[in-house]
């Protein structure tokens, strides 16, 4: 069993667990994931890790409620456990020293983006980060970004902070602009990834993004986690996830994403009826 | 003597039409009388050869014998001196190649129905829930690490925990049981006996880590930090695909997906367990083996109206059980022999839809002993489906190779020990299973664990390596 020993709202549902995870946290890396299960009847969920704590043994996630169990795991409180975490799974972001790096974070990629924006800046990388939103009320974690960032720019789709546009206006305006772009990590929703490929492909500047497709064991024994890179089919959960985001098929990646959608949909119903009817 | 009869007295089993709208299992197994029965026909043979055909050479005339007295308890005491686990092996033996085959019956009728009484006597204990504990050795103050909690792990761990050592088990998934638990489906091997093997060795001291994946939570070096050994049973996870254009669609499934989502996670009681499943109406399994009997037969409980089985030879070639193919041809399971798919075709959205293939002919015998299949040009054909399990077979998972460094694998990835005392080529490290053998059998993986055991108590007492 795992306690969730602080639960925060970042923003509308959108959530940060910190959990009882000792032996996760002391091993977890920038960019690795854990896998979790609420409780027996429960589904594998894969969620990346937002910071691990290694003296206090305390594995830091945050996630949107958006299907059945997310919705469910929202529910949860301080004392709380579940009954399955398991991890550091997945291979580790490439921290070296690049030079200049812009790190990018959309909606709930943002806390993803966060310790490897850190990791960088202390592997002596200047780190300029653009982060973005639907809306104001949905920008979360700007002051963690701001403290591990040479610069910070933010975007929100509506305009209702700061500045109007996409993650993409800004990152096109820093390549107009002549910044020297070394490497470029993005993590966020799969059209805002491949948006910034399409962006950064004419230039030839290095993009890493973490892909997020649907994953089982997340341990290599099942292949629904299957991607193209290059032409290759990769097992997202032990060859990833992170991938050259310029040999991503990301098409596919949309299409898989779907299988369940109906699924998806039938047990969130049904959640949702069950909540309504017990208050 | 009393003649034998000439056939082995059937065991009683669900009709195919009520089975295939549920998960139970399909044997009920014999009751008493009848046990006796098949056990009367038993010749006690003073140099019995079924005894040589079985790989963990369990006393079957033995046994056998007694249930012909009525002694049950007798008989399960002889069976469990050998082998700790009857109950699943009587249901997913392979006996037709092992002990079934050398019995001296076959020269005249039909052999001793050696597993369906094994298994009689393990459920016969199970019921008269009396399981006598086994006496342990006095605590040796030696600590080892299991990894795997397959057939291959549980009988390692349950022997050195006899022997008075510490054993932790490490399982990656969050049930223990490996193949058994997320593979093998419940209508032939129902997860309450596996569970309740497991228990036993909880009950006998083993402490059991669910979610810990080794390599990754912590690694084999880190392991032998706090253990005096490591057994390595991780089995053989990883599973091929063809590389077929189009094979990535959705709806195309390894069999090891299908099987999880269906046993493990019970994707089969959705929506009151949270892991969906395509309930596809045109199922295609690819492959010959008890992997793909199980999903083409999973394919059907879970409401297909056409479930193929598409497999390149012929089916005296299939290596699947004798009787899960009569049962999967019973329950109206299609066979589409000498036939090789070579592409897949979708719809707009990523579905597979069709599936295209070539008729095969046989040739000359391969490696394997099996005559080799050559495709006949121009034969291409199309198969409608809109899910696709492809059962082709599974290798060994390159986790724990990849994060131990000086641990020797072969060209498979299968990790190299040595057969006859399971050592590896790193000191402290003992290995059995499909993880060395590659995808092979319950009894096989459960042998190699029993061997490794010796060994590594012998190792355990001397330090020599
Ligand atoms: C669908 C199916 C049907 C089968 N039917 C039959 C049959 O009818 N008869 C028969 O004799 N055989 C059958 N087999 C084969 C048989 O099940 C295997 O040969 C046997 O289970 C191998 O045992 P094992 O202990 O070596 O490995 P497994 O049973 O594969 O167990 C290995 C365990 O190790 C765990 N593991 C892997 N990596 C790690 C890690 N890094 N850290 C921690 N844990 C890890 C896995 O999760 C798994 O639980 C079947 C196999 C399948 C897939
Ligand atoms: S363990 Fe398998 S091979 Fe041995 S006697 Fe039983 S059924 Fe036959
Ligand atoms: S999630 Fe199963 S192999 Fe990646």
Known sequence: MFKILLKKELAPSIKLFEFDAPLIARKAKPGQFVVLRINEEGERIPLTIADAKKDSGRLVIVFQEVGKSTKLLGTLNVGDAIIDLIGPLGKPSEIEKYGTVVCIGGGVGTPEIYPVARALKQAGNKVISIIGARSKNLLIMEPEMKSVSDELYITTDDGTYVKKGFVTDELKRLISEGVKIDCIFAVGPVIMMKAVTDVTRPYNIKTIVSLNPIMLDATGMCGVCRVEVGGETKFACVDGPEFDGHKVNFDLLVKRLRTYIKDEKESLDLFEKHSAECG | MPKPLPNKIPMREQTPQERVKNFKEVPFGYTEEEAVIEAKRCLACKKPSCVAGCPVEIDIPGFVSRIAEKDFKGAIKVLKQKNVLPAICGRVCPQEDQCEKVCVLCKKMEPVAIGRLERFAADWEAKSGIVDMPEKKPATGKRVAVVGAGPAGLVFAGDLVQMGHEV?????????????????????????????????????????????????????????????????????????????????????????????????????????????????????????????????????????????????????????????????????????????????????????????????????????????????????????????????????????????????????????ADEKTGKSTKKGVFAGGDIVTGAATVILAMGAGRIAAKSCDEYLKTGIW
């Open chain 2, 168 to 416: 932790t088990l490490f399982e990656a998934l969050h049930k223990a049981g490996g193949v058994l638990v997320y593979g093998i489906p419940e209508f032939r091997l129902p997860k309450a006996i596996v569970q309740r093997e497991v228990e036993y060795i909880e009950r006998l001291g083993v402490k059991l880590m669910t979610s810990f994946v080794v390599g990754n939570t912590q690694t084999v070096d880190e392991l032998l930090q706090e253990y005096d050994a490591v057994f390595l049973g991780t089995g053989a996870g990883l599973p091929w695909f063809m590389n077929l254009p189009g094979e990535n669609y959705s709806g195309i499934y390894s069999a090891n997906e299908y099987l999880v989502r269906s046993n493990l996670m019970k994707a089969y009681l959705f929506p009151q367990y949270d892991t969906p499943i395509v309930r596809g109406k045109r199922v295609a399994t690819i492959g010959g083996g008890n992997v793909a009997m199980d999903s083409a037969r999973t394919a059907l409980r879970l409401g297909a109206e056409k479930s193929m089985i598409i497999y390149r030879r012929s089916k005296t070639e299939m290596p699947a059980r004798i009787e899960e193919v009569h049962h999967a041809e019973e329950e109206g399971i299609q066979f589409e022999f000498l036939t090789l798919p070579v592409k897949y075709y979708g719809d707009e959205n990523g579905w597979v839809k069709e599936m295209e293939c070539l008729r095969m002919e046989l040739g000359e015998p391969d490696a394997s002993g099996r005559r080799r299949p050559i495709n006949i040009p121009g034969s291409e054909f199309r198969i409608p489906a809109d899910t696709v399990v492809v059962a082709i077979g599974q290798s060994p998972n390159p986790l724990i190779p990849q994060t131990t460094p000086d641990l020797q694998v072969g060209k498979h990835g299968n990790i190299i």
